[in-house]
């Protein structure tokens, strides 16, 4: 009975010293503290912080700041791919990017090498004029066209996938040309691992 109540002391007094000795991550640099609407570490005097301070227990811990959340979750990232990215629109029959384009795609380009850990694919589209396979064709060049600017932009072309709906998902049923000119474009989505 006397060895089980040591072992049982042991094990509590080897858990006390893991929790005392533990470290506190690092923040990235640039952190300059919790981050808004964080939790704070349970202070010293709280019935907690007492208990551990009248054992000795807890003595030289750090409390570690929050780190900023990372996008990881699928709604997340698609939700910051969705709020970042802009739409690219073209010219009839064209896969050339203007220069209102290529303001867009240099701002994306920023976002995107800011948040490395991101991978997207550029969806081209078109409008409902021409046949399927001609707009597929032709989405799949815009898509394209997209993806190898944003290269040129410094964005690794690992991330960065491709796919064309041709005129299958217009952003506007319309059948004239302001519906047209919305349909005609590159939307960006989040790619999931």
Excluded at 32 to 52: D, Q, R, T, V, Y
Aim: proline residues 7%; aromatic residues 6%.
């Amino acid at each position: 009975m006397k060895r089980s109540t040591n072992s049982g002391w042991t094990v509590a007094l080897l858990a006390a010293a893991a929790l005392a000795c533990r470290t506190a991550p690092v923040p990235p640099p640039g952190a300059a503290g919790p981050a808004a609407g964080a939790a704070e570490a349970e202070p010293a005097n709280s019935p907690a912080g007492e208990e551990l301070g009248a054992e000795g227990f807890g003595e030289g811990l750090v409390a570690a700041a929050p780190l900023e959340e990372p996008l990881e979750e699928p709604e997340d990232l698609e939700a910051a791919v969705e709020a970042n990215l802009k739409t690219v629109y073209f010219d009839l029959d064209s896969s050339a990017l203007d220069e209102e384009a290529k303001r867009i795609l240099e701002e994306n380009a920023r976002w995107l090498l800011a948040h490395p850990e991101v991978r997207i694919v550029v969806e081209g589209h078109c409008d409902e004029r021409g046949t399927v396979e001609y707009n597929l064709e032709l989405g799949q060049r815009r898509a394209r066209a997209v993806r190898e600017y944003l290269i040129r932009l410094g964005v690794d072309g690992d991330r960065i996938g491709t796919i064309s709906y041709g005129e299958l998902r217009p952003a506007d049923p319309g059948h004239g040309e302001s519906a047209w000119a919305r349909n005609r474009r590159a939307e960006f989505r989040a790619e999931r691992k």
